[in-house]
């Protein structure tokens, strides 16, 4: 029930495209939605994060769209760019617990 | 996120060797946690911990490894008598009531056991 999965394990984007990436989960009780970017060689770098009660969070080219019934939550990036060429994971957590990470998407934005 | 500083950055252990992997959370956060990522894998959880208190560790493996948070000073991932296996990136992160409780991870210490 801790389980977080994601898709796809690996996209390719052109640039300008849009990239999603979805995750699914099955906790009721998680309450924080973060998605984080990583680079090789770096640490894990929040990206943007939404909670239950609000249905989408956009922050620039970033949108988390969230679907509670569905227990779903995906990740726009909007006009993708060569920089966003990263891996991405979902994760969630319910108060007081660990935070459960999704299996990782990576990216790929072709020039 | 800079405010997390682990280390070190990177570190090279012979087998059966102790490795020390130090965490000093940002400042104001009272809680941390401990991950795991093997080349090429995702981020796995080891344990949660709270200044003096282990909240969760069923993610660390029963032997080996040990985890502490004492009242003054960092955040310790201790790893005894390490194996080849035991290679892999260890982030922290932290997180309080001074970031809304968001989670911050720190940039990874990188241990190579030859």
């Known amino acids: 029930q801790q389980q977080v999965k994601q898709s796809p394990q690996s996209l390719i984007v052109q640039k300008g495209g849009i990239s999603i990436i979805n995750c699914a989960y099955e906790n009721t009780a998680f309450d924080y939605f973060p998605w984080y970017q990583q680079f090789p060689g770096k640490g894990p770098a929040l990206l943007i994060a939404i909670r239950p009660d609000v249905s989408e969070k956009k922050e620039g080219r970033f949108t988390i769209s969230f679907n509670k019934s569905a227990k779903q939550f995906s990740l726009h990036i909007m006009d993708s760019q060569p920089g966003d060429s990263a891996t991405y994971f979902c994760a969630a957590r319910a108060t007081g617990n660990m935070l459960t990470f999704g299996g990782g998407t990576r990216l790929m934005v072709k020039p | 996120n800079a405010g997390v500083m682990q280390n070190p950055r990177h570190l090279v252990r012979r087998r059966g060797q102790e490795a020390r992997l130090r965490c000093s959370p940002m400042k104001g956060h009272s809680h941390v946690y401990w991950y795991r990522q093997l080349p090429e894998e995702g981020l796995k959880f080891m344990v949660y911990?709270?200044?003096?208190?282990?909240?969760?560790e069923s993610g660390m493996p029963k032997e080996r490894f040990s985890a502490e948070f004492p009242k003054e000073g960092p955040s310790i991932l201790r790893i005894q008598q390490v194996v080849r296996g035991d290679s892999a990136a260890y982030f922290c992160a932290s997180f309080g009531q001074s970031s809304g409780n968001t989670i911050y991870f720190g940039e990874g210490s990188w241990l190579t056991v030859v």
């Open positions: 911990l709270q200044k003096e208190n282990i909240i969760d």
